[in-house]
């Protein structure tokens, strides 16, 4: 099993920069990917991006891509998701997630993974 506990969400305004993390633990070595998602009320879990764990490969989804940036601390077993020039679109529920396998490089897709943390709620205001 891999637990993940996400971080960092809460109010800001359009414009500003927020860094979320996701800690992992328990079985770490078994981790492939981890990626982050978001997701609104009303709507599917929105992909955003993904890091390989072994390899340190990022993919990025088109909405996010330039604007936010995935990272990782290995001495921490924890993944990073750094937001910048925030929109009121952003405003979500933000997810991160853990795959044990899947496509190269990095799964795409929520059935992908096979652990979620909590969600950690970020709302950007005008």
């Known amino acids: 099993q891999v637990q993940l506990v996400e971080s960092g969400g809460g109010l800001v305004q359009a414009g500003d920069s927020l860094r979320l993390s996701c800690a992992a633990s328990?079985?770490?070595?078994?981790?492939?990917?981890v990626g982050w998602f978001r997701q609104v009320p009303g709507k599917e879990r929105e992909f955003l991006g993904a890091f390989s764990w072994s390899g340190g490969i990022t993919r990025y989804a088109d909405s996010v891509k330039g604007r936010f940036t995935i990272s990782r601390d290995e001495t921490r077993n924890t993944v990073y998701l750094q937001m910048n020039s925030l929109k009121l679109e952003d405003t979500a529920v933000y997810y991160c997630?853990?795959?044990?396998?899947?496509?190269?490089?990095?799964?795409?897709?929520?059935?992908?993974?096979?652990?979620w943390g909590q969600g950690t709620q970020v709302t950007v205001s005008s």
């Open positions: 997630a853990a795959a044990r396998g899947g496509r190269w490089p990095v799964p795409l897709v929520a059935s992908e993974y096979d652990y």
């Open positions: 328990g079985r770490t070595f078994s981790i492939y990917a």
